[in-house]
């Protein structure tokens, strides 16, 4: 077998290579458990299933800050995220991770776009529209490796942006004007595509603030604009995303870590730059009608090969 | 007053951080949350994880009968014997363990009863668990607090209560009349004393449909149709007499599934579940799941392989 490189093109040669009709998908950093394959096979009993996604869970959380950090974002986004949206009926998310689909149907559909980052946003919405369902399997757990350095994270965050943003260029309009999908969902998979687009407005809006007050446009050292700025700031705490993710952790029986909560905050202006660097990706690739190139996320141990000068093989 | 407002802005900037650099500091709660990669579902967990737990008071190098400590969910006495009877309206209140079978007469209460090759208890008998490395027989009346379980047969009389799970090896027969959570055999067969075998009138003249049938709607499959796909009703779906599906059968309302119809797959209600006279899901050679939420009722006759569940009343009619 060969091919080009990027899970797209990996995803395709499985599809011809399978002889069944159910395709489980795991990505390399992932470690299956026995049971997991009945987990996720048990989504196909409902003949409206196309795909099935199961829980994310990083198994290097003690690694670093990072690491703690991206684990609280995994909590929330599984959950609470997904299974919120799987239980309004609304648009839970095949990731492509941890999950499988029919391969019949997305044979049907022609493949996986090969100039698509993310495969698994576009397989999702490309099910809904044609009337199928995902399923979301909380109790389908798997862990993974979440990247350990800020360099990969952003890296992997980048990429998932670019992918986002070209299955919203895609897919959007279909969206709008789809006879399977009820208003709810419309709404939902709205928000869903646009997710990646609105931390390069929120850093646009700071900018803004930031160049108003060197201007002397913003009386921020008056009392009362002082006292408003630290309420929003305090009430940060508010937004969704956190309660998300403190429900989750609730849920999960994780205590302690929900002190790192306040800490997102700082973790959102990193994420919201490497998003933004990933929609700047994706308006040059429509422009120049350009191929992306699939950037490999750097696990750890890849890393250590790297600092090391070679691959660490024991005697 | 700016040194004041930068002041209270500090404190109040660094205030919701202080919590959490202290978990930086020193962890509390940094470990990777609990994923048990050889967890596989055992349809009979309960069974053989007390199987484990008496196993060293079964060795056979010991004396019988004797008495000892036993450490079941709480300290408990258990009593070793070849062979146990348990005497009418009798009340033990130890864990019987017989290393070959126990015997329970009438009207008697037992904590425990394992017999390594056969437990059986009578009329009205009360238990809090039984089970078997053979087979399993409870009269009609018999109640069962926790669970039943059988490495080979199991055979349950009318009118009794079988506790949050029953499971078999082999074939399970309950009788008419008996309540239930959970049971599992190959297969789970609904019996009326007396019934003979189901002989339903089918019409010939049959629809047949290849792939996967949906209904947005209530639903009803006609007598005798064959379906080689799955069958799924946003509503009430009825699987008409005789009837096969090769494929899950799924209603989010009520769904009931016809006299001799055959399910090969799972059959899931999200209301009630109903399989009447000699119907069928699943198949010997592969454990399936009838399963409806509000309720489960088998008719005379009605068999699953596999798992019969409910999260609400579970009856044999």
Known sequence: MAGDRGKPNAMNI????ASHDIVLVFDADYTPGRGLLRELAMGFVDPEVGAVMGRVVPRNTATNLLTRLLSLERSGGYQVDQQARYNLDLMPQYGGTVGGFRRSLVSRLGGFDVDMLAEDTDLTLRLFLEGWKVVYANRAECYEEVPETWDARFTQLRRWSRGH?????NNLLAVLQSKHLRFAQKVDGILLLAVYIIPPILLSGLAANALLFFMGALPI????????????YNAFGNFGPVYEIGAAELLDDSNERIHLLPYLFYLFLFNSWSVTSGVLDTVGDLIKDRSPFWEKTKRAAEIDIETSGGPNVPA | MFLLSMAIFITLFALPLVAGFLEIVHPNDDGRLAVDNDYMR????????????IASLLATDQSVPRTQS????TDERAHVARCIDVTADA???EVLLALDRIDIADGATVIDAFGKVAATAGRNVRLRTISSDGYVELGDGTE??????ADDRLDVGRGCNLGVSASAGAQARIGSGTSFTRIFGNPVVAIRQGSDAISEGISPDFSAFDGNVIFEDDAEIEAGAAIAGSVKAHRRLTIGKGATVAGNVIGRGDVIVGAAARIDGHAFAEGSLQLDRGARVGTPRAAKTAYGTTALTLHDGAMVYGWAITDGAGRIA
């Open chain 1, 14 to 17: 499985a599809l011809r290579v």
């Open chain 1, 165 to 169: 943003n070209r299955a919203l260029y």
């Open chain 1, 221 to 232: 050292w008056s009392p009362l604009a002082l006292t408003f700025f630290v309420i929003s």
């Open chain 2, 42 to 53: 055992d349809p009979r967990f309960f069974g053989n994880s007390f199987r484990a737990k």
């Open chain 2, 70 to 73: 036993f450490l079941g969910r």
């Open chain 2, 91 to 93: 009340n033990v209140a």
């Open chain 2, 144 to 149: 069962v607090e926790r669970w039943v379980d």
